[in-house]
C-alpha cells in the first residue's frame, strides 16, 4: 500500500530546505571535515524529494514498496543525514555525532548503520551503478516502486557512469531517475577546466535517455521533473539540476575550495546568521 506523503506547500518546502542548510554547517563545524558547498547546494532537491517526491515511510525504512534512493556523491552525505534527520529516520540530536567513531552517520553512507540509507556509497560512479541494476532489478520483478540516484558532476569523470548510462539506456529503465548536481567544480578546480563534460544533454540523449535541464533551486521545476519521469515510460530520465555551490552562505558560493572543507567555529556563526536572515526575516528560538 503506497504511503501518502504530506502536502506542503512550496514556501514550506523553502523553510525546510533551510533548516537542513543550518544543520548542515553545525554538523560540519562540529565534525570539524566534510564537504560542505555540494551539501549546501543541494539542500533543495533533497528537501523536494523526501518531502514532496519520495515515496518512503521514516517509520519503516525497510517497507518493501519505498521507492528507492542511492547518494552515488557519497561525500555530500551530511545534507541526506540531516534531510532524514528532518524527515523522522532517527532523532535530530544524531546528526552531532557526524564522523565520530562508532555513529550511526559515517563519513560516507553505510546501509548497516544509517536507517533509510539503501547501500553503501563513496567510491564515485559505484551508487550510480547500483541504482540502475535496483531499476533492473525493480522491472524483472514488475515492482512498481522507483529508483532515484544522485551525482555529482566531477563524478562524471569515472567511466562507470558512462557505462551505467549505457546499460540503463540499453535496458529502457524507465524506473530509474539520475539527478546530476551540476555546480560546475570539483576538488581540484572547476569542472570545465579539469575535465570538460558538456555537451551533458547530448551526452545522455545519445544513449537513450530522456534529459531535462532544471533550476536546482526551483522547487517547483524539481516536482515537475520528477513528474514528467514518472510519465516517460520508453526510457530512464536524466535531471540536469544546476545548483550554486555552498547555496545560502554567501562567502561559500561558487568557490570550489569549499568542496571538500568544514567551516571554522567563526565562520560557522557567519553562515549560520546568514541562513537565519531567510527572507530578510530573522528567525527566532533558533538553535
Given at each position: 500500500?503506497a504511503?501518502q506523503q504530506?502536502k ?19 554538523m560540519?563545524?562540529k565534525?570539524g571535515?566534510?564537504?560542505?558547498a ?14 514532496s517526491?519520495l ?6 525504512p ?5 521507492d528507492?534512493?542511492?547518494l ?5 552525505n551530511?545534507v541526506?543525514?540531516?534531510t532524514?534527520a528532518?524527515?523522522?529516520y ?5 546528526l ?10 559515517q563519513?560516507?553512507?553505510?546501509n548497516?548503520?544509517?536507517p533509510g540509507?539503501d ?5 564515485l560512479?559505484h551508487?550510480f551503478?547500483?541504482?540502475?541494476g535496483m531499476?533492473y532489478?525493480?522491472?524483472m ?5 522507483r529508483v ?9 569523470n569515472e567511466g ?5 548510462a ?6 529502457k529503465?524507465?524506473n ?20 570538460p ?7 545522455f540523449?545519445?544513449f537513450?535517455?530522456h534529459?531535462?535541464d532544471?533550476?536546482?533551486h526551483n522547487?517547483?521545476a ?9 510519465a516517460?515510460?520508453e526510457?530512464?530520465?536524466m535531471?540536469?539540476a ?7 552562505v554567501?562567502?561559500?558560493e561558487r568557490d570550489?575550495?569549499?568542496?571538500g572543507?568544514p567551516?571554522?567555529?567563526?565562520e560557522?556563526?557567519h553562515?549560520?546568521?546568514h541562513?537565519?536572515s531567510?527572507?530578510?526575516k ?6
Open positions: 500500500m504511503r504530506k506542503y506547500t512550496e514556501k514550506q518546502l523553502i523553510k525546510i530546505a533551510n533548516d537542513i542548510r543550518k544543520d548542515v554547517i553545525k560540519l563545524v565534525a571535515s566534510g564537504h560542505s555540494g551539501s549546501l547546494g543541494m539542500a533543495d532537491v533533497f528537501a523536494t524529494l523526501y518531502f517526491v515515496n518512503h515511510d521514516p517509520k519503516n525497510e517497507w518493501k514498496d519505498r528507492r534512493f542511492v552515488s556523491a557519497g561525500h555530500i551530511p541526506w543525514y540531516a532524514l528532518k524527515s523522522g532517527f532523532p535530530r540530536k544524531e552531532w555525532s557526524l564522523r565520530k567513531f562508532g555513529s550511526l552517520l563519513g560516507h553512507p553505510h548497516e548503520s544509517t540509507v547501500t553503501s556509497s563513496g567510491p560512479g551508487g551503478a547500483q541504482a540502475a531499476a532489478a525493480g522491472i520483478d514488475n515492482k512498481k516502486w532515484y540516484s544522485v551525482m555529482g558532476d566531477g563524478e562524471l562507470n557512469i558512462w557505462e551505467t549505457m546499460f540503463a539506456g540499453k535496458n529503465l524507465r530509474l531517475t539520475g539527478i546530476i548536481d551540476r555546480n560546475n567544480i570539483q576538488i581540484d578546480g572547476f569542472t570545465e577546466d579539469v575535465m563534460l558538456e555537451s551533458l544533454k547530448g551526452k540523449e545519445s537513450n535517455w534529459v531535462l532544471v533550476d536546482g522547487i517547483e524539481i516536482i515537475d521533473a520528477c513528474n514528467q519521469a514518472k516517460v515510460f526510457k530512464p530520465t535531471i540536469i544546476h545548483t550554486i555551490p555552498g547555496k545560502g554567501h562567502f561559500m570550489f575550495k569549499w568542496h572543507i567551516p571554522n567555529p567563526e560557522a556563526e553562515a549560520l546568521r541562513l537565519r531567510l527572507g530578510g530573522i528567525e527566532c528560538g533558533d538553535h
